[in-house]
T-cell receptor
């Protein structure tokens, strides 16, 4: 079974803090993704990576950065957390083909106060 | 026009009935289509994928694709209360080569 693990399930951070969300996959997938999900807005792509050290902006990259130093690990960084970044964050991975299924981690619930 | 559109629901069906969930998409070049189920507070899990026109069946689930009409649907036969969840349609390929999600349809199966 595909395993996508998000290390932090529930976080509460203060405005202005730097926040790291970590994601690890064990299926040797080339592609990794970070989404956020908000009520009424659905899943929105923040960043994705198709190879080590490669990244591309998704639909809502502002306020976020990412790091992919190893194939299995993809980190999402909030440089200075703001209250409008309170959300559920979902990491996902897939093989390289556009037709391949993406598999999600369990999600990280971030509250910024 | 949204790239992937779904009726937000809730869609309420009695236990044992057929639930029909619909999705339309705007990019005519799209190649891959997926249905995910998401329980409240949980992450999405894949139910079905479909790549060519017609029907694809897996147990109680049938995915239907009509590329000419840019329409994909999911039928759930013999609906159970445990099927109550939000169903997300996702479309890949086409111009952006990214997976685009609809906002989901909330299904409520009444015992």
């Amino acid at each position: 079974d595909v395993k996508v693990t998000q290390s932090s399930r529930y976080l509460v951070k203060r405005t202005g803090e730097k926040v790291f969300l970590e994601c690890v996959q064990d299926m040797d997938h080339e592609n990794m993704f970070w989404y956020r999900q908000d009520p009424g807005l659905g899943l929105r792509l923040i960043y994705f990576s198709y190879d080590v050290k490669m990244k591309e902006k998704g639909d809502i990259p502002e306020g976020y950065s990412v790091s992919r130093e190893k194939k299995e690990r993809f980190s999402l960084i909030l440089e200075s957390a703001s209250t409008n970044q309170t959300s559920m964050y979902l990491c996902a991975s897939s093989f390289v083909s556009a037709g391949d299924t993406i598999y999600f981690g369990e999600g990280s619930w971030l509250t910024v106060v | 026009q949204k790239e992937v559109e779904q009726n937000s629901g809730p869609l309420s069906v009695p236990e044992g009935a057929i639930a029909s969930l619909n999705c339309t998409y705007s990019d005519r070049g799209s190649q891959s289509f997926f249905w995910y189920r998401q329980y409240s507070g949980k992450s999405p899990e894949l139910i079905m994928s479909i790549y060519s026109n017609g029907d694809k069946e897996d147990g109680r689930f049938t995915a239907q694709l009509n590329k000419a009409s840019q329409y994909v649907s999911l039928l759930i036969r013999d609906s159970q209360p445990s099927d109550s969840a939000t169903y997300l349609c996702a479309v890949n390929g086409g111009a952006t080569n990214k997976l685009i999600f609809g906002t989901g349809t909330l299904l409520a199966v009444q015992p």
